[in-house]
C-alpha cells in the first residue's frame, strides 16, 4: 500500500480555521476543528462558512487518501460543491469524513458528512464533484 498523504500540510485558508487531522478510520482521514472566534458566526456558533471549509477539506482529504492508496497523483479541482445545512455547529469540536463515491479517470464524486458530539446527527452534509489534471513531473 503506498504512503498516506501528510494532513498536517492544509491549504491556507483550512490552517487558518485550524481544521487538522484528527484521526485514520479506515484508512480515510476524519478531520476536526475546535470552536475558536476564526469559526464564530452568530455567539456561541459555528458559521456556515467554517463548516463548508472543514466538510471541502474532509472531501480533499478522502480523495487524496484514495489517490495515493491507488498510487495516482493528480491536481484537483472543483467542479462544484453542494452543502446541506442540517443543524446549527454548536460551541464544540466538529469533525468530518469524505466518502469517495466515484472515481473515474479524470473526474471523482464525493460524499461528506460533518457532526459534533453525535455521528448519527450530522450538522451538515456535502457532494462534492472534483476535476483531476495529470500531475506534471
Not at 16 to 30: H, K, Q, R, Y
Not at 43 to 72: I, K, M, N, S, V
Request: net charge negative; aromatic share 8%.
Amino acid at each position: 500500500m503506498a504512503e498516506r498523504p501528510d494532513f498536517t500540510v492544509l491549504t491556507p485558508y483550512a490552517r487558518s480555521l485550524g481544521i487538522e487531522l484528527a484521526e485514520w478510520e479506515d484508512d480515510v482521514p476524519v478531520m476536526r476543528v475546535e470552536f475558536v472566534e476564526a469559526v464564530e458566526g452568530r455567539p456561541e456558533h459555528f458559521h456556515g462558512g467554517a463548516t463548508g471549509g472543514l466538510l471541502e477539506t474532509a472531501g480533499y482529504a478522502a480523495l487524496r487518501a484514495e489517490l495515493a492508496r491507488l498510487d495516482r497523483d493528480a491536481v484537483l479541482k472543483p467542479i462544484n460543491i453542494t452543502v446541506q445545512y442540517l443543524a446549527a455547529g454548536k460551541s464544540q469540536a466538529s469533525f468530518a469524513k469524505g466518502r469517495v463515491t466515484k472515481l473515474g479517470r479524470r473526474s471523482a464524486n464525493l460524499t461528506v458528512e460533518a457532526w459534533q458530539d453525535d455521528r448519527s446527527r450530522p450538522i451538515a452534509t456535502a457532494v462534492m464533484n472534483v476535476f483531476m489534471a495529470e500531475a506534471e513531473g
